[in-house]
């Protein structure tokens, strides 16, 4: 709409600069929790697969305007998490895409209008397309809209460096941009073994190879840094950044990364068909995959499934922060669930963002509701209507007392003004 694109051109308003004294990015990823907020999902939209209409027209969806942005601030939130297509080509020659830079670009200025801080969270780029994070196994994607070759091949592995070299240039300057999340849930496991439980078998074989991600995001850190020494960077796990998977990532000498846990465990509970659950809370449910649905599923699972964070947190001195976390409105209790969820997260200092922040695209909002805190716990409802799990989410959010906002100096720094592609 005109008042969408209007509002994504408007001048931000001047901040200081990460160099500022008075704004250090670090100082928000360590100590207490300070930052709360919700991811937004992007992806490329494939005409000929998702037709017009369910993610827009344009080359990235579904759409966000300036009026989504503005309403996560409202409920409390202070972060946003822009989980995006990469700016460089999935193919060779594996070159810079400006249409994708340009919708981040969008994306990144309504988010300082709405008065967000923002982490720049990649999810595809050189051998990795969308549906191979997202939707392996879904039998409506043609076998050629998979890639994965960034797990096989060398030049596909020194482009993604060569990315994150480009877009850490070219936002290291940005006020908002609080952080670069480099992979959305590394995938290799599943990819080369079909599994994402168990840890031990992927690193016998893959250790050390081209799949281990333990020896790329180190060099992609090296990049970073080469043009941007300071904005702080979020690294993710193997296994799709799994509780489970934490112990495995070996830490990098960088004073300015820290790591990221995807939080949906127990999966049999946050992910239940509305129709069948099995699971309560706080109650019990199959939480070893045994088959069982006798396993106690309360608050002092939750601290157990922790105890895995807080162990790197206190061997290796690095912050960690849960990019990515949710349940399924309709599960039941899940107000009591993640109530218990946030209170651990603010009890250890991690900084949280929430899946999802859904758009009000009438198209997408329909489809895509499962997570959609805003809707209630009835499956059939598909308008905002009060309900506990939002107002428990609001209740935390509302701890939030930083805001970019407040990190205003007058010393007026230039934000690039994106231009909105139609």
């Known amino acids: 709409s005109a008042a969408a694109r209007s509002a994504a051109t408007s001048t931000v308003a001047p901040m200081p600069s990460v160099q500022s004294a008075s704004f250090d990015k670090w100082a928000l990823w360590t100590g207490e929790t300070r930052l709360r907020g919700a991811n937004v999902y992007q992806r490329r939209v494939y005409p000929e697969l998702d037709g017009t209409e369910l993610l827009g027209r344009g080359p990235v969806g579904p759409p966000y305007t300036q009026e989504d942005f503005d309403d996560l601030a409202a409920l409390g939130a202070n972060l946003v998490?822009?989980?995006?297509?990469?700016?460089?080509?999935?193919n060779p020659p594996y070159e810079?895409?400006?249409e994708i830079q340009t919708h981040l670009d969008r994306l990144l200025a309504m988010a300082a209008n709405a008065d967000l801080f923002a982490v720049i969270s990649l999810r595809t780029g050189p051998g990795r397309a969308e549906f191979s994070v997202c939707c392996l196994g879904d039998d409506w994607i043609p076998e050629s809209y998979y890639n994965d070759a960034v797990w096989q091949d060398q030049a596909a592995q020194d482009a993604w460096v060569a990315m994150w070299r480009h877009t850490a240039e070219r936002y290291r300057d940005d006020p908002v941009v609080v952080g670069y999340d480099l992979m959305?849930?590394?995938?290799?496991?599943?990819?080369?073994?079909?599994?994402?439980?168990d840890p031990e078998p992927f690193y016998d074989r893959y250790a050390g190879t081209?799949?281990?991600?333990?020896?790329l995001y180190p060099r992609v850190v090296s990049a970073v840094r080469q043009v941007d020494l300071h904005t702080p960077i979020l690294v993710g796990g193997m296994g799709y950044s799994g509780v489970d998977w934490l112990p495995y990532l070996e830490p990098v000498a960088d004073g300015h990364t820290l790591y990221a846990v995807h939080q949906y465990a127990p999966h049999r509970?946050?992910?239940?068909?509305?129709?069948a659950p099995r699971c309560t809370y706080p109650g019990t449910c199959d939480t070893d995959w045994d088959g069982a649905y006798d396993d106690p599923l309360d608050r002092s699972y939750l601290e157990g499934l922790f105890a895995t964070v807080g162990d790197l947190v206190a061997t290796q001195g690095v912050p960690v922060a849960m990019n990515e976390f949710g349940?399924?409105?309709?599960?039941?209790?899940?107000?009591?669930?993640?109530?218990?969820q946030m209170d651990l997260f603010e009890e250890r200092g991690f900084n949280h963002a929430l899946?999802?922040?859904?758009?009000?695209w009438e198209p997408w909002a329909r489809e895509v509701d499962a997570f959609n805190v805003r809707y209630g716990p009835d499956p059939d409802n598909l308008q905002p209507t009060p309900n506990a799990l939002q107002d428990t989410i609001a209740a935390c959010w509302a701890r939030n007392t930083i805001r970019p906002s407040t990190l205003r100096s007058s010393t007026p720094v230039v934000v690039y003004l994106p231009i909105v592609a139609d």
């Not at 081209?210 to 020896?215: R, S």
């Not at 509970?269 to 129709?275: A, R, S, V």
């Not at 899946?355 to 009000?360: I, L």
């Open 96 to 98: 810079l895409d400006p």
């Open 81 to 90: 998490n822009i989980s995006h297509p990469g700016l460089f080509t999935e």
């Open 269 to 275: 509970y946050t992910h239940q068909p509305p129709d």
């Open 210 to 215: 081209l799949a281990d991600w333990n020896q």
């Open 355 to 360: 899946w999802a922040w859904e758009p009000r």
């Open 327 to 340: 349940v399924m409105r309709w599960e039941p209790s899940a107000d009591a669930f993640m109530h218990d």
């Open 184 to 197: 959305v849930e590394p995938n290799a496991n599943e990819i080369l073994i079909g599994q994402w439980l």
